[in-house]
């Protein structure tokens, strides 16, 4: 729940400079989830609040079967090729 209702929208307007600005996840991360689950190709990953998707990078990598609960907005800003793709 928000602190302050009705801004809610005001997040896909400076969704752009919000990833830029955003710090990214270290790569020890990643090792650590993959170290503790195996993700592959016959995986199926869920990511739920995906944000910018600066996490979605990493998953695919792994081949796996891949969907987001992300608004339709945001893959377009982290991944401009793959803008409606996932």
Known sequence: MPIIKGLEWTFDT??????KLRPGYVTELY????????????SNVLEIGSGGGQATAPMLTTGCQ?????????????????????
């Open 31 to 42: 090792q650590t989830i993959f170290n503790y689950i195996s993700i592959d190709e016959n």
């Open 14 to 19: 400076v969704a752009s400079t919000y990833e």
């Open 66 to 86: 891949f969907e987001t609960d992300k608004d339709e907005q945001l893959p377009g800003i982290y991944f401009p090729s793959m803008s409606g793709t996932l």
